[in-house]
């Protein structure tokens, strides 16, 4: 069994940075790639961020600039680095991991941005 385990959220103000932690039970290179979602209240969930497994990054339009997703497989942990937040970026996020035929989903992370 795969667990993904979302750490790092919380309330700030605009202007302001979170780092958000994912952590893999398993090694994260046995997946295609991973990625992070997010879901705002009455909103679809959107994907924000995605490293694949030759370490190349691909991000929605509104965050480019501002985030980074990086990976440390020695520790089994991608991560996003969220840079001059605004309040729009306030959502569930949630950390997800591919494989052939497979995806796993974290419980996610309450990021808050307050105007």
């Known amino acids: ?16 940075s979170l ?6 039970s ?5 997946f295609n790639a991973m ?14 961020a995605r490293i694949s ?5 691909n991000y929605v339009d509104s965050v480019k600039g501002r985030f ?10 991608v991560y996003l680095q969220m840079n001059r937040l605004k309040p ?5 996020y949630y950390c997800n991991a591919e494989r052939t035929s497979m995806t796993y989903w974290g419980k996610g992370t309450l990021v808050t941005v307050s105007s």
Do not use: F, H
């Not at 780092?19 to 893999?24: E, Q």
């Not at 398993?26 to 046995?30: A, E, P, V």
């Not at 990625?35 to 924000?48: D, F, I, M, S």
């Not at 497994?53 to 990054?57: F, L, V, Y």
């Open 1 to 16: 069994q795969v667990q993904l385990v979302e750490s790092g959220g919380g309330l700030v103000q605009a202007g302001g």
């Open 19 to 24: 780092r958000l932690s994912c952590a893999a």
């Open 26 to 30: 398993g090694s994260i290179s046995s």
């Open 35 to 48: 990625n992070w979602y997010r879901q705002a209240p009455g909103k679809q969930r959107e994907l924000v």
């Open 53 to 57: 497994i030759g370490g190349s990054t």
């Open 68 to 77: 980074t997703m990086s990976r440390d497989n020695a520790k089994n942990t």
């Open 88 to 92: 729009e970026d306030t959502a569930n």
